[in-house]
């Protein structure tokens, strides 16, 4: 199970900090990423990081504004995202992945997880 915190509504140019808690299996066993929708589109891939924080790969729209990051001992993986636009009003979901990190390359998309959380709303006004 996963569950995210921390959306709400930001200015343009402001901060928020995402967080997700998993429970169940071994949360350092999954790769865990990041993805948003916002209404009328589709879901689409924010960042990723590897079992360990030396895997980690940004969309292009959000590299240089966001980081993710995990803590294995809390079973957490979080979002800080700096710099925020209107256009990135969305709900944002935290995901996880079984298996083999896919490379920097790799054209993540929602097929490539296996857990999803409800999501969290992030809100920024025009």
């Known amino acids: 199970q996963l569950i995210e915190s921390g959306g709400g509504i930001v200015q343009p140019g402001g901060s928020l900090r995402l967080s997700c808690v998993a429970s169940?299996?071994?949360?350092?066993?999954?790769?865990m990423g990041w993805f948003r929708q916002a209404p009328g589109k589709e879901r689409e891939f924010v960042a990723v990081i590897g079992r360990r924080e030396s895997s980690i790969v940004y969309a292009n729209s959000v590299k240089g504004r966001f980081t993710i990051s995990r803590d294995n001992a809390k079973n957490t993986v979080a979002l800080q995202m700096n710099n925020l636009k209107s256009e990135e009003s969305a709900v944002y979901y935290c995901?996880?992945?079984?298996?083999?990190?896919?490379?920097?390359?790799?054209?993540?998309?929602?097929?490539?997880?296996?857990?999803w959380g409800r999501g969290t709303q992030v809100t920024v006004p025009f």
């Open positions: 169940g299996q071994a949360f350092s066993d999954h790769i």
């Open positions: 995901a996880a992945r079984t298996g083999i990190f896919l490379g920097g390359t790799y054209p993540y998309a929602e097929e490539d997880f296996h857990y």
